[in-house]
């Protein structure tokens, strides 16, 4: 417990769950934000910052000389932009020079562990199967570019626990669900719209592997203790339905679900107009057919590994959702 940790990103929200269970266990935390970042959801913990950003080479050997371990909570998760280029910057270039500051001697002589956050996204999921950490995306040129950028992402980090010897796991988080969303992340403002009773309709056909934001935060931080060098992990409790989502979050929160359910097809309708729209405009629309296609390449997935090898336990995930369902609740009330 005397030697410091490192939550880079930290006022994000994996990041803060990650930060505010570190300080509870009594640790020495360290964490690394952007100067001007919102940090509502560590302001209150005892923390040593560091304010810079990725690219801030000189701070970051700085936060990470004597730290013991490292999470790295880093990423830029807009999938639906019309210019990609932001997402391989920050989510491959960005990990490359936090991963070249940790092989750093200075650095690497304390470091235990790189806890890196990935996404399931990476794992080769096929309808019909259950898929594995050992499923490795065959050609990901093909996919979004968002998935491109964390495959590619994911693999440099591989490759530097490979070749230069950096101690690093990659943890394939899903999606996530739980209180303390400051920042309000695409499936937070879904939880929060069927809470405040304002969703018009559900999205039939979708199903989401899903977890709990602290019980996912629980899974970094054993994989620092356990997890072994060079492996993935998958991250996530059970696949969903996100009409099942809605559901719950509107009976935590004491409103009536979304009556209607919008058809698959006029889905994808939508998303054909939303891409046109972005293509002719070059406007960033969140419902396209890239966005719709990241939501309908779902299979499940077997977190055997995690559970056997890290003893992680998650709560089921439907009472991460109700918790999150009184948080939206809470902070409207809060307001007024």
């Known amino acids: 417990m005397t030697a410091p940790v490192l939550v880079i990103g930290a006022n994000g929200y994996l990041g803060s769950h990650v930060t505010r269970q570190l300080v509870a266990a009594g640790h020495d935390v360290r964490v690394m934000v952007r100067d001007g970042a919102n940090t509502i959801g560590i302001d209150d913990l005892t923390v040593t910052r560091h304010v810079g950003d990725i690219w801030d080479s000189a701070v970051l050997r700085t936060a990470m000389t004597g730290a013991r371990d490292v999470y790295y909570c880093v990423v830029d998760t807009r999938g639906w932009l019309n210019d990609p ?138 994989a620092a203790d356990k997890g072994r060098v060079g492996e993935r992990y998958l991250v996530s409790e059970k696949m969903i339905s996100n009409a099942e989502v809605v559901r719950i979050a509107a009976e935590a929160a004491g409103v009536p679900a979304p009556s209607r359910t919008l058809p698959l097809p006029a889905a994808y309708a939508m998303a054909a107009l939303g891409s046109l729209k972005a293509r002719l405009t070059g406007t960033d629309e969140r419902l396209s057919l890239g966005s719709l296609r990241l939501m309908r390449a779902e299979a499940p997935l077997d977190c055997t590994k995690a559970r056997r090898e890290l003893d992680w336990r998650p709560r089921p995930v439907e009472e991460s959702i109700r918790e999150a369902a009184t948080f939206w609740v809470g902070l409207r009330a809060a307001k007024r």
């Open 85 to 222: 280029t932001p997402l391989f910057r920050t989510n491959v270039e960005g990990t490359r020079n936090v991963l070249e500051a940790a092989v750093q001697p200075d650095v690497a002589a304390g470091l235990r562990k790189f806890v890196y956050t990935s996404s399931y996204v990476t794992v080769d999921r096929r309808r019909g199967r259950t898929a594995t950490e050992a499923d490795v995306i065959p050609d990901p040129t093909v996919l979004t570019p968002y998935v491109q950028s964390r495959v590619q992402a994911e693999n440099l980090v591989m490759n530097y626990a490979r070749e230069r010897g950096l101690p690093a796991v990659a943890m394939c988080v899903s999606t996530t669900y739980g209180a303390g969303d400051w920042g309000r992340t695409p499936h937070g403002a879904i939880i929060a719209g069927a809470a405040f009773g304002k969703l018009p309709f559900v999205m039939g056909g979708i199903e989401l592997e899903a977890v709990g934001i602290d019980d996912a935060a629980q899974a970094l931080i054993a």
